[in-house]
Nanobody
Framework: QVQLVESGGGLVQPGGSLRLSCIAS???????????MGWYRQAPGKERELVAG???????NYALAVRGRFTISRDNAKNTLYLQMNSLKPEDTAVYYC?????????????????WGQGTLVTVSS
């Protein structure tokens, strides 16, 4: 059973930066590397949404709201997923989660594969 542990959240002022990490356990490095991964977020009163995804070939997709500010990356040797967040805005405040994601033959991110972890809270406020 794959377990996902997110970390790196915190309180940051608008315009600041944070780097989130997600470590996957219970899965081999080869399987981790073969999966697409995604960062999701859920703000209070809103549904969870995909903000960034990275496929096994390293190609990426970003939600329009974060494009140009967030960068997703992975280290398959460490079973770790990262999200570098720059120029943070108050509307980025949310709990951030990671998950393995199923990808269609056309590269479209669809449903997640594993149970959600605890997430890590990002608060952007002055």
């Amino acid at each position: 059973q794959v377990q996902l542990v997110e970390s790196g959240g915190g309180l940051v002022q608008p315009g600041g930066s944070l780097r989130l990490s997600c470590i996957a356990s219970g899965v081999s490095g080869s399987i981790f590397g073969a999966n697409a991964m995604g960062w999701y977020r859920q703000a209070p009163g809103k549904e969870r949404e995909l903000v960034a995804g990275i496929r096994s070939d390293g190609s990426t997709n970003y939600a329009l709201a974060v494009r140009g500010r967030f960068t997703i990356s992975r280290d398959n040797a460490k079973n770790t997923l990262y999200l570098q967040m720059n120029s943070l805005k108050p509307e980025d405040t949310a709990v951030y989660y990671c998950n393995r994601v199923r990808v269609t033959a056309w590269g479209i991110f669809t449903n997640v594969l594993d149970a959600w972890g605890q997430g890590t809270l990002v608060t952007v406020s002055s």
